[in-house]
């Protein structure tokens, strides 16, 4: 059993929302997050915005003769910037989960979709009216109501013909299209929306929504950390051995570019290149999006010994990203963009529950032989957090 139900309505399995509705057309599920409620209040998130340390953005909608001017303010976000506010504003956090671990657990209703593709979990704060403007994002995500109320309205797909309103700065357009969907979400309820579906949201009251972002890589993400991944190999420093024919001195010609496309075609193909590629790829996907919180205090070895035996649980800190491949029985473990290749195969198991979103207990740390010190580790890099 998950350690939260699937954030999905009780008539729809994984694989039927995979199947229909992943990537192809929006759902709504009706409180498909009920943890959300009363978890926050909009006090909590504005305070969290002001600090120097957040990544959080303050958007203001000013009318005008002409309809509306937006203006955007990134952070760091001060007193001064909400001292004279318009009617409809809205804030934006990012990466809430490094501010909450409680909330970071709820990333585990989502586990029907592999967790490397999470992006993070954003709120936005908007009192009656506030809005984001009409726009759509490039990538998957679950709308998911905490605080008030916020009315969703869904139009038509988007593409790169899409044209924006001139002038702002924000990506926003007038025309949705058809508007396929129109319902207010109370808290604890959520909606699916695909990539490029134009979406809109207006606050209805104080408000605080929630969204829970997926992406995947681009291939010049991944070309770039292929290339950083094959510097390390001395073999592929060796210059090239190719077929010479009678040229014009100054020509590169085209039997020589095969020559070289298909030595490096032959090298992607191989147990060498599959190995290179699964690196780079889960260096990838399991690179932080943010810097990291530096923790205010830190437990010693006997404080986190002495809570573990009163019952305290480890489970995943979800700020980090922590993710395995297991190819040919090779159990391989990343954190933040990094392959693991100084611990042992009981440190990788643990780890790979903790991937997968199980918690731990003193007595897994006993069955598995892990010492107190590697879980101190394991804390300062933000891998875990302690839940007492």
């Known amino acids: 059993m998950p350690p939260y139900n699937f954030c999905l309505p009780d008539n729809i399995t994984p694989e039927q929302f995979l199947a229909d509705y992943w990537q192809k057309k929006p759902l709504l599920i009706k409180q498909g997050l009920p943890q959300l409620k009363d978890?926050?209040?909009?006090?909590?998130?504005?305070?969290?915005?002001?600090?120097?340390?957040?990544?959080?953005?303050?958007?203001?909608?000013?009318?005008?003769?002409?309809?509306?001017?937006?203006?955007?303010?990134?952070?760091?976000?001060?007193?001064?910037m909400f001292a004279k506010l318009p009617e409809q504003w809205t804030v934006l956090v990012q990466n809430l989960e490094q501010w909450s671990p409680e909330l970071g657990q709820l990333w585990n209703a989502f586990n029907f979709i592999p967790q490397w593709?999470?992006?993070?979990?954003?709120?936005?704060?908007?009192?009656?009216?506030?809005?984001?403007g009409k726009h759509f994002d490039e990538y998957d995500v679950?709308?998911?109501?905490?605080?008030?109320?916020?009315?969703?309205?869904?139009?038509?797909?988007?593409?790169?013909?899409?044209?924006?309103?001139?002038?702002?700065?924000?990506?926003?357009?007038?025309?949705m299209g058809e508007v396929v969907f129109d319902e207010v979400l109370e808290p604890g309820d959520v909606l699916y929306v695909p990539p490029k579906l134009a979406h809109y949201g207006v606050a209805q009251d104080d408000c605080l929504t929630?969204?829970?972002?997926?992406?995947?890589?681009n291939l010049m993400q991944v070309l770039d950390s292929l290339v950083d991944t094959a510097t390390t190999d001395p073999s592929l420093f060796s210059p090239l051995v190719l077929d010479q024919s009678l040229q014009a001195p100054g020509e590169l010609i085209q039997d020589s570019i095969e020559q070289i496309k298909q030595q490096l075609l032959d090298l992607l193909h191989s147990a060498q290149g599959?190995?290179?590629?699964?690196?780079?790829?889960?260096?990838?996907?399991?690179?932080?999006?943010?810097?990291?919180?530096v923790p205010e205090e830190a437990l010693d070895e006997e404080d986190l010994l002495h809570a573990l035996k009163e019952g305290a649980i480890l489970?995943?800190?979800?700020?980090?990203?922590?993710?395995?491949?297991?190819i040919n029985d090779k159990l391989k473990i990343y954190a933040n963009g990094q392959l693991l290749d100084d611990i042992n195969?009981?440190?990788?198991?643990?780890?790979?529950?903790?991937?997968?979103?199980?918690?731990?207990?003193?007595?897994?740390?006993?069955?598995?032989?892990?010492?107190?010190?590697?879980?101190?580790?394991?804390?300062?890099?933000?891998?875990?957090w302690l839940d007492f």
């Open 39 to 80: 978890m926050f209040e909009p006090e909590d998130i504005l305070g969290l915005s002001l600090d120097e340390a957040a990544t959080s953005r303050l958007i203001t909608q000013n009318p005008n003769e002409r309809g509306v001017q937006w203006q955007l303010q990134q952070s760091p976000l001060n007193e001064d």
């Open 117 to 132: 593709q999470r992006d993070d979990i954003m709120v936005s704060y908007a009192p009656k009216g506030g809005s984001v």
């Open 142 to 175: 679950f709308l998911a109501q905490g605080f008030g109320h916020r009315r969703w309205q869904l139009g038509k797909y988007c593409n790169d013909k899409t044209e924006f309103i001139e002038n702002q700065p924000i990506r926003i357009f007038d025309d």
């Open 210 to 217: 929630f969204s829970f972002g997926f992406r995947r890589p």
């Open 274 to 293: 599959n190995e290179l590629i699964t690196q780079a790829i889960s260096e990838v996907v399991s690179k932080r999006q943010y810097e990291m919180l």
């Open 315 to 326: 489970r995943t800190d979800f700020s980090s990203r922590l993710i395995y491949t297991n």
């Open 345 to 384: 195969d009981n440190e990788a198991s643990l780890l790979k529950c903790l991937a997968d979103g199980q918690s731990l207990t003193i007595e897994d740390l006993t069955k598995f032989e892990v010492s107190i010190s590697t879980i101190m580790i394991w804390l300062e890099n933000s891998w875990i």
